[in-house]
């Protein structure tokens, strides 16, 4: 017969010892993969539990905290304390960059009625949004005090930043 060419580094190893070039690239690739989607995860992790610690630095009063972060959707739960505490944390967590879900499964301890919340547009202020919630921009004190201690200054908001807005019953 003859001598064969063939190409020396191509094709299925004998006996089932080693993998293919293009298995080798497969493999490789999901290994890669499965190391990135390990590093995410790991990140997710830390990102809950740093803030959890927000939280927990911030005084509000939940009980069990525990947040999951799977992506951009945040699931939170535990027990607050109250109605606006609950809402402080919903806030605290959505806030943050990264986040665009916040899945509250959060219980209340002492319930109260619920805040309406807005969205910071460009060229909001407080007075500005308290007058179209209250019908007086003198009363954005009420709105600041509602968002403390997220909020340390009434004029450091920002556009898209998410506030709470209480009933003033």
């Known amino acids: 017969m003859g001598l064969f060419s063939f190409i020396k580094n191509t094709g ?21 993969q499965k190391a990135a989607d390990t590093e ?34 945040a699931k939170v739960s535990g ?12 806030l605290v967590v959505g806030n943050t960059e990264g986040i665009a879900t916040v899945d509250d499964q959060m219980t209340v301890e002492h319930v109260e009625p619920e805040a309406q919340f807005h969205t910071v547009k460009s060229g909001d202020t407080l007075g500005k949004i308290a007058k179209h919630y209250y019908g007086s921009a003198i009363k954005y004190p009420e709105i600041f005090e509602a968002n403390k201690p997220m909020l340390t200054d009434p004029d450091k908001i920002y556009p898209g930043q998410v506030l709470r807005i209480p009933n003033l019953d």
Do not use: M, P
């Open 12 to 32: 299925a190893k004998v006996f089932g010892i080693g993998k293919s070039k293009e298995e080798e690239a497969s493999a490789a690739k999901a290994k890669a």
């Open 79 to 90: 027990l607050a304390y109250d109605q606006a505490t609950k809402e402080k944390v919903v």
């Open 40 to 73: 995410e995860l790991r990140l997710e992790e830390a990102a809950a539990r740093n803030l959890e610690e927000t939280i927990v630095d911030l005084q509000l009063k939940v009980e069990g905290l525990n947040i999951h972060i799977d992506d951009d959707l």
